[in-house]
C-alpha cells in the first residue's frame, strides 16, 4: 500500500462533551500529516439541540464528518459508516466510548480495519450504564488488539474483565501548555470582569455539574472556611444535571453572595486568571483534564485521590491529593494552602514543570502515533510515505 495511514477518530457523544473531546480535536490537528491522515468523526443525535462539537471543530484544521442518527440505536448509521471507511480508505478505527468501541469491534469484524480504543473511564451513574453498557464494553475491549487506558486504576479495571495486560497501555492525559499559561497582567482585568475584588480569595472548580464531581462535599468543605474567613469565594465552572440541586444546596445554607456557578464555558484558561487555588472534589475520575489545566495555569492544587489524578500530580510535589468523600481532609488541604503560601509556589513551579515535559500534549500526540504504526505493522499494513508536505506539529 502507498500513502499514509488513515485513521478514523470516532465518537459518540450529547450536549458539549468533556474531555475526550480536547484531545481527539487538538490531536487531529497535532498529527503528523506526512505520514497520517485523521479524519474525526462524531455520531450526533438529531434531538440533540445543544451539541457542540462542530463549531468547535470548525475552528480547528482538521477533517471533520458527522453521521446523523435519529436515535440511539438508529441502524442507519451502519451503512453511512461503512461508506465512510470505503470512501476514505481507512486502516484504524479509533473509538472513545462504549457505543463506537462496539462500532469499531464489528467493523473491524466485517471490513477489516483496525480497531483500537482509548478508554476514558466509566463515569456514567444510570442503572443502565453500570448493569448493562459498562459490562458489555469491557468483554468487547477485552478483544481489541489494542486498547489505550487514561489510567493505571482503569487498566487494572480492564485486566479485571479480562483484558490483556500486554494489550493495554497506559497513557495519561496531556495538555498543551502554551494555549494554557498564565499571565499576571490578566489578573485583575478578569477578576474584575467576573466580579472578585483584590481582596478576595478564589476557589476554583472546573467540570460537568454531575452527580461524580461531588460538588457538594465541595460546599460541605467550603463552608465552615467561608464562615472563619469572610473573604472566601467559590466559583464553580460547569453545568448539568444537579445544577438545581447545587443551587438549593447554596440557597438553604447562605452561601448565595459568597458561590457563584458560572456554568459551561469554553474560556478555562481564561477563567483561571481570576482563581488563587482550584479545587477537584470527584469521587470518580479518568485522568481529569480539569486537574492538568490547573496545574498547567499554575493554580494552587488540591484534588482527591481517584483515577489518575495521583499519577498526573503527585501529593505533596505538585498538589495536594486528598482521599475522596473525606470532607475534614479536603477542608485541611484548602487551609495547608491558605496558611502556607511559600509551599503552594514550590508546588505550582514544579506542576508547571511537569506539563511542559511529561505531560505535554506533543508527547502524548508522537505516543499514540507509534500506537497506530505499530497496529499498522502487527497486521502488515506498512507505515507509509507519501508527496504530502510535512507540517510541524503544535508544540
Same mark, same amino acid.
Given at each position: 500500500?502507498?500513502?499514509r495511514?488513515c485513521?478514523?477518530?470516532?465518537r459518540?457523544?450529547?450536549?458539549t462533551?468533556?474531555?475526550?473531546?480536547?484531545?481527539?480535536l487538538?490531536?487531529?490537528?497535532r498529527?503528523?500529516?506526512a @505520514?497520517?491522515?485523521?479524519t $474525526?468523526?462524531? %455520531? *450526533?443525535d +438529531?434531538?440533540?439541540d445543544?451539541f =457542540?462539537?462542530?463549531k468547535?471543530?470548525?475552528?480547528l484544521?482538521i477533517?471533520y464528518?458527522?453521521?446523523?442518527e435519529?436515535?440511539?440505536?438508529d441502524?442507519?448509521?451502519?451503512?453511512t459508516?461503512?461508506?465512510?471507511?470505503?470512501?476514505?480508505?481507512?486502516?484504524?478505527?479509533?473509538?472513545?466510548?462504549?457505543?463506537?468501541?462496539f462500532?469499531?469491534?464489528?467493523?473491524?469484524?466485517?471490513?477489516?480495519i483496525?480497531?483500537?480504543?482509548?478508554?476514558?473511564g466509566?463515569t456514567g451513574h444510570s442503572t443502565?450504564?453500570k448493569?448493562?453498557?459498562?459490562?458489555?464494553?469491557?468483554w468487547?475491549?477485552?478483544?481489541?488488539?489494542?486498547?489505550?487506558?487514561?489510567?493505571?486504576?482503569?487498566?487494572?479495571?480492564l485486566?479485571?474483565y479480562g483484558?490483556?495486560?500486554?494489550?493495554?497501555d497506559v497513557?495519561l492525559n496531556?495538555?498543551?501548555p502554551?494555549a494554557f499559561? @498564565?499571565?499576571p497582567?490578566? $489578573?485583575a482585568? %478578569? *477578576?474584575? +470582569?467576573?466580579?472578585?475584588?483584590? =481582596?478576595e480569595f478564589?476557589?476554583?472548580a472546573v467540570?460537568?455539574?454531575?452527580?461524580?464531581k461531588r460538588?457538594?462535599?465541595?460546599?460541605?468543605a467550603?463552608?465552615?472556611?467561608?464562615?472563619?474567613r469572610p473573604a472566601?469565594?467559590?466559583a464553580?465552572?460547569?453545568?448539568?444535571?444537579?445544577r438545581?440541586?447545587?443551587?438549593?444546596?447554596?440557597?438553604?445554607?447562605g452561601?448565595g453572595?459568597l458561590v457563584?456557578?458560572l456554568?459551561?464555558?469554553n474560556?478555562?484558561?481564561?477563567?483561571?486568571?481570576?482563581?488563587?487555588?482550584?479545587?477537584?472534589s470527584?469521587e470518580?475520575?479518568?485522568?481529569?483534564?480539569?486537574?492538568l489545566e490547573?496545574?498547567?495555569?499554575?493554580?494552587?492544587?488540591?484534588a482527591?485521590?481517584?483515577?489518575?489524578?495521583s499519577?498526573l500530580?503527585?501529593?505533596?510535589?505538585?498538589?495536594?491529593?486528598?482521599?475522596?468523600?473525606?470532607?475534614?481532609?479536603?477542608r485541611a488541604a484548602i487551609?495547608r494552602?491558605?496558611d502556607?503560601p511559600?509551599?503552594?509556589?514550590?508546588?505550582?513551579?514544579a506542576?508547571?514543570?511537569?506539563v511542559?515535559?511529561?505531560?505535554?500534549?506533543e508527547?502524548?500526540?508522537?505516543r499514540?502515533?507509534?500506537?497506530?504504526?505499530?497496529?499498522?505493522?502487527?497486521?502488515g499494513v506498512?507505515?507509509?510515505?507519501?508527496a504530502v508536505?510535512?507540517r510541524?506539529?503544535h508544540?
Amino acid at each position: 500500500m502507498n500513502g499514509r495511514l488513515c485513521i478514523l477518530e470516532l465518537r459518540s457523544v450529547r450536549g458539549t462533551g468533556g474531555g475526550p473531546e480536547k484531545t481527539i480535536l487538538f490531536g487531529a490537528e497535532r498529527a503528523d500529516r506526512a @505520514r497520517f491522515a485523521i479524519t $474525526v468523526c462524531y %455520531i *450526533r443525535d +438529531e434531538r440533540d439541540d445543544v451539541f =457542540g462539537i462542530d463549531k468547535r471543530a470548525a475552528d480547528l484544521d482538521i477533517d471533520y464528518v458527522e453521521v446523523r442518527e435519529r436515535n440511539s440505536f438508529d441502524p442507519r448509521i451502519w451503512g453511512t459508516l461503512k461508506g465512510i471507511i470505503r470512501d476514505k480508505k481507512i486502516d484504524i478505527v479509533h473509538s472513545h466510548d462504549y457505543k463506537t468501541n462496539f462500532l469499531a469491534w464489528m467493523l473491524g469484524r466485517r471490513t477489516g480495519i483496525i480497531p483500537l480504543s482509548t478508554s476514558h473511564g466509566y463515569t456514567g451513574h444510570s442503572t443502565r450504564e453500570k448493569i448493562l453498557y459498562y459490562p458489555v464494553d469491557k468483554w468487547v475491549l477485552s478483544r481489541f488488539p489494542r486498547v489505550i487506558a487514561v489510567s493505571t486504576d482503569l487498566k487494572n479495571e480492564l485486566v479485571r474483565y479480562g483484558g490483556s495486560p500486554a494489550r493495554i497501555d497506559v497513557m495519561l492525559n496531556s495538555i498543551d501548555p502554551d494555549a494554557f499559561t @498564565r499571565e499576571p497582567a490578566r $489578573v485583575a482585568p %478578569i *477578576r474584575a +470582569e467576573l466580579g472578585y475584588t483584590e =481582596g478576595e480569595f478564589v476557589i476554583g472548580a472546573v467540570g460537568r455539574l454531575e452527580p461524580q464531581k461531588r460538588f457538594d462535599l465541595l460546599l460541605d468543605a467550603f463552608e465552615p472556611l467561608a464562615r472563619a474567613r469572610p473573604a472566601m469565594r467559590l466559583a464553580i465552572v460547569g453545568d448539568g444535571s444537579v445544577r438545581g440541586t447545587l443551587e438549593s444546596q447554596i440557597e438553604s445554607r447562605g452561601l448565595g453572595g459568597l458561590v457563584r456557578l458560572l456554568g459551561h464555558r469554553n474560556d478555562v484558561a481564561v477563567v483561571h486568571h481570576a482563581f488563587d487555588m482550584f479545587v477537584q472534589s470527584s469521587e470518580y475520575e479518568g485522568t481529569p483534564h480539569a486537574v492538568l489545566e490547573a496545574m498547567a495555569m499554575e493554580t494552587p492544587l488540591v484534588a482527591t485521590d481517584v483515577g489518575g489524578t495521583s499519577e498526573l500530580a503527585r501529593d505533596g510535589v505538585e498538589g495536594l491529593i486528598v482521599p475522596p468523600h473525606d470532607v475534614p481532609a479536603l477542608r485541611a488541604a484548602i487551609e495547608r494552602v491558605l496558611d502556607d503560601p511559600d509551599g503552594a509556589r514550590a508546588r505550582v513551579l514544579a506542576a508547571r514543570t511537569r506539563v511542559q515535559s511529561d505531560l505535554s500534549f506533543e508527547a502524548r500526540t508522537r505516543r499514540l502515533e507509534s500506537i497506530y504504526d505499530a497496529l499498522a505493522l502487527e497486521r502488515g499494513v506498512r507505515a507509509r510515505a507519501e508527496a504530502v508536505p510535512s507540517r510541524v506539529p503544535h508544540a
